[in-house]
Structures are given as structure tokens and as C-alpha cells.
């Protein structure tokens, strides 16, 4: 079960990087997008939801349950919000390199929190993987000078999208990955839609190709890709499940040469090689004895 749930996050990972695409390609404003995100993945979670034949028993209490679940929501629209509103007052490269620092706050969370042990040897693993993907962003970096603020929100970015890693990790053992999804979305829609209209952002596309835009981005992003990566964390240790998601920025470039016509450098290139290099090493040392989830 484990490698299933292993190419799940893996495949979800990918969907999720198609998500600069998208945004990148609509004349919506950042939060407005992102607003857009949810609120089309929100019927599909709804219906699957519904449509399972079993769902696990929910455990520890009606009030914690509750708790949780309302975090989910709030961490994730607080990870989109940050990260949108980051890539507006910094560039994308910082913005992608604090987000991608998340293994590092799911780590240590999961050691403060649930006393989680990890491997000398998947420590490792997480290093090279980080370091990779510091590679995937290296000739574009602006560190300092006038980004303080951007910044700043790239990594509450990384820091909201661990709380949720961490939090969705809690609920599955009692809940199934759709209705932890469908609760997310229908808590962050309403949320996003607020921020938006507070910063001034119209949530309404302008044409045609703007709302099958949007529609795409709730489709792939979020009911695909979270969807998969919800699913994968009934199955993996959070740690695991967080530095397999840097297979995202890997994707996230590939996807940006082929669609969006952005040269690949041959840093970028060696980067790739060493993020999955990093997470194949984490991969190994996953199931080592001292790992304990």
C-alpha cells in the first residue's frame, strides 16, 4: 500500500505544479485565482465524498474532529493567499524556494508534535532534495534589497501549507481524503473570495478562455492534485509525504518550458536530477529501522 500511496502524493505533486500554468495564462488577479481554485474543486470533493461507499469512523472526539477540519481550511487558504500575494511583491523564485522549505517545518512539527523519529539517512535525503530545488531557482533569486515583505510571506506560505500537511495527517486516521478535501474547499472558498474582494481583486473571469482557465486549475490543482496527496497521507509518515512533494517544483519547470515557452538551464537541469535524487534517498531510508511515523 505504501508504494501506492508513494505514486499517489507523487502524481498529485504533478498536478499541483500545473497551477503556475494556469494562473500565469488568465488575466485574473492572484487571490482571485486562487479563490477559483477551490470553489470548482469544491462540487467534484462534495460528490466523492457522497459517493463513497464507506468512510473510515471518526475518532477522538466530535469537537476535535471539528477543530481540525476548520484548520484545514484556513491553512490552505492562508497558504494560497500568502503564496500568491508573495509572487506579486517578490519574484516567483523566492516565492517557490520558502514554499518548498515546507519539509523542513513538517519535520520539525512532526517531531515537536507527535514525537515522529527520523533517519539519519532521510535526513540526508531531505537535504539533497532541498538543495535541488534551491539549484531550480538559483539564477533567478533576488535575495534582500526591497523583497523583505514577499519574503516574508513565501515562507508563511511553507508554514501554512506544513500546518495542513501536518493537520490533513491527524485526520486521516478517521476520516476519508475526500471529505477532508471537501471540507478544506468549503471552508477556503469563502475565505479566498473575502481576501479577494478585500484587496480589490475581481473574482469574475473576462472572457471565455479566462473560466475554462479556472475551471482547469480547480480540476487538476486541487481536486486531482490534493486530492492524490490527501489520500497518500492515510498511508505515509508526514515528513515523507512533504519532501516527496518537491517532485512539484520539478514538474512545475517542466511544465513551464513545454507550455509557457521558458528555457531550461542546465543548472535547472542538474537541479531536477539532484531533487529526485534526494527524494529516491528518502525513499530508501523511509522503511529503515529508527523511522518511526
Not at 60 to 82: E, Q, V
Not at 251 to 259: R, S, T
Amino acid at each position: 500500500m505504501q508504494r501506492i500511496a508513494l505514486a499517489a502524493v507523487f502524481t498529485g505533486a504533478i498536478a499541483t505544479a500545473a497551477n503556475p500554468v494556469f494562473v500565469r495564462l488568465t488575466d485574473l488577479e492572484p487571490v482571485a485565482s486562487a479563490f477559483h481554485r477551490m470553489l470548482w474543486a469544491l462540487p467534484l470533493m462534495l460528490f466523492w465524498a457522497a459517493w463513497e461507499p464507506r468512510q473510515p469512523r471518526a475518532t477522538g472526539g466530535a469537537r476535535r474532529n471539528r477543530l481540525l477540519l476548520a484548520l484545514c481550511g484556513l491553512f490552505f487558504a492562508a497558504d494560497l493567499a500568502a503564496l500568491h500575494w508573495s509572487i506579486e511583491l517578490t519574484v516567483a523564485a523566492n516565492s517557490i524556494l520558502f514554499l518548498n522549505a515546507q519539509p523542513i517545518y513538517v519535520a520539525l512539527g512532526a517531531w515537536l508534535l507527535f514525537g515522529s523519529r527520523i533517519t539519519s539517512g532521510f535526513l540526508a535525503g531531505t537535504v539533497v532534495a532541498l538543495a535541488g530545488a534551491a539549484m531550480l531557482t538559483w539564477q533567478s533569486l533576488a535575495l534582500g534589497g526591497g523583497h523583505l515583505v514577499g519574503d516574508a510571506l513565501g515562507v508563511s506560505a511553507g508554514l501554512c501549507y506544513a500546518g495542513f500537511i501536518l493537520t490533513a495527517s491527524r485526520l486521516r486516521a478517521c476520516f476519508s481524503s475526500a471529505r477532508v478535501n471537501a471540507w478544506t474547499c468549503a471552508l477556503g472558498t469563502p475565505l479566498l473570495l473575502l481576501a479577494a474582494l478585500g484587496a480589490g481583486q475581481d473574482p469574475l473571469p473576462r472572457s471565455v478562455n479566462d473560466w475554462l482557465l479556472m475551471i482547469g486549475l480547480g480540476v487538476v490543482s486541487q481536486a486531482a492534485g490534493q486530492g492524490l496527496i490527501v489520500w497518500g497521507l492515510a498511508h505515509l509518515a508526514p515528513a515523507f509525504s512533504a519532501v516527496t512533494l518537491l517532485a512539484a517544483p520539478v514538474a512545475a519547470a517542466l511544465f513551464a518550458w513545454w507550455l509557457l515557452d521558458e528555457p531550461l538551464t542546465s543548472l535547472q537541469l542538474l537541479g531536477m536530477a539532484v531533487v529526485l535524487t534526494g527524494v529516491a534517498l528518502c525513499v530508501r531510508f523511509h522503511t529503515a529501522p529508527g523511522f518511526k511515523s
